[in-house]
DNA sequence: ACCTGAACACCGTTCAAGT
DNA sequence: ACCTGAACACCGTTCAAGT
């Protein structure tokens, strides 16, 4: 909530520091906490794993977060960090595109990264600044408050959704043990010729392309609506 | 994955019921696990608990699923019953539109819907008869088979994305406590001018209207992509 | 063949007690 | 003030043994 560094006008007087210095500050946790994810993904993230890595028993965690959930809360937060920067493209779908690409690259660089964000709500500065910048260039392109809010959730939700689909594929054996194979198999067995037809997609892993086809869509329509009257005074 | 009437042409050999007929069954177990679920959430469905629910010991579960995952799946599968039939809109787009409603209704009608269908990969005859009706709209209306799965990836995920955002809003203290006072409260508080803005639209609960708004921007985009060319034999 | 009973190896969370 | 140790009330999963 407030600023980290320089607190701005503030009755500072905390006593200067009694007992000895914490071992564990939030900030640390919480980066702990993300290595652990990325070395052996959500399901074995588990506050006593972690309580381990930072070399303190469990029950200590519990003084710095309420909740497991308020950790992944402050991972998801975290993950976010450098996203809100304003793009500087020069039309404003560009700068969208830039945001939308931002925020899916964000959450892959982190492993099940789109899954600990779709089970939180932070309300922290990255998450709200990085929506804040989002509806910031559509409300510059001329967009009103209603459709700048209506397209941001538009995109975010269609990222997180996409993300999420990516990284559930990227490593066997999380949820779905033999995806390409099995799939291939049920399809083929199954008698959907459209679907057969499809499958070289489907099983793909183009990714990034995906992403964008889909991406592209959206702000083909989005420009659509633009040209249909949301002008400066709309 | 064969039909459940009238096996066409195999060895029906089983030997006639030894023991005690079964007091559980697949069908039965998925039922009664979408009604735990619609009582008590995703959290609160445990085999153990299940178990209960059909007067079984937990152990006894695992002689008709492998897993809790594979009980998830059974479950995902199970909501999109009814959902591959072909709808009967005129055109094209009104087709795909009418699907991709017909997913999120399926997904609201059950607690978590959303949640438990992005934790699972099922390649059930619903699930799979859904894309394929998906497809073969858009295959019909002249689109090619990567530019048909490229579009009904994003549908997919645009909704998935979407409902859970949706069901994660519907119901509090599920995984954000206070959402709407506290959105609002730092929001304000941080000085975020574009977002505070469109606040009325973020803390709003008109998600058909948000749905209807990503879905009609896709939509849009499509028919443009349509136009610009993928004829009879593009 | 199907289910019970009991166990194994864990969970998130709480809280007195220590320092 | 911060952490430990130990507990509480659970988990998913396995498997001998019963019927």
Redesign the pocket.
Same mark, same amino acid.
């Given at each position: 909530m407030s600023a980290p560094s320089t607190p701005p006008a503030a009755a500072d007087t905390r006593p200067p520091a @009694?007992?000895r210095p914490? @071992?564990?500050d939030q900030t640390r946790t919480v980066e702990a906490a993300l290595v652990l994810l990325d070395a052996s993904g959500l399901d074995a993230l588990?506050?006593?794993?972690l309580a381990d890595a930072v070399g303190?028993?469990?029950?200590?965690l519990?003084?710095h977060f309420?909740?497991?959930?308020d950790l992944l809360t402050a991972m998801a937060e975290r993950m976010l960090e450098g996203c809100s920067a304003p793009p500087s493209d020069p039309d404003w779908s560009g700068r969208l595109t830039a945001l939308a690409r931002r925020m899916r690259t964000a959450l892959l660089a982190h492993r099940d990264g789109a899954r600990v964000y779709a089970g939180t709500h932070s309300t922290g500065a990255n998450t709200l600044g990085f929506a804040e910048t989002f509806i910031g260039v559509l409300s510059e392109a001329g967009f009103g408050p209603q459709e700048a809010a209506r397209t941001a959730l538009t995109v975010v939700h269609y990222t997180v959704g996409h993300t999420l689909e990516e990284q559930a594929a990227l490593q066997p054996g999380d949820q779905g043990p033999a995806d390409p194979g099995q799939l291939r198999e049920a399809v083929t067995a199954g008698g959907f010729p459209h679907l057969t037809a499809a499958l070289p997609v489907l099983t793909g892993a183009d990714f990034t392309a995906q992403f964008e086809f889909g991406l592209g869509l959206l702000l083909q329509g989005l420009r659509a609506l633009h040209r249909a009257g949301s002008g400066p005074a709309a």
């Open positions: @009694r007992g914490p @071992r564990l588990t506050m006593r794993r303190v028993q469990a029950g200590a519990y003084r309420a909740t497991k959930q």
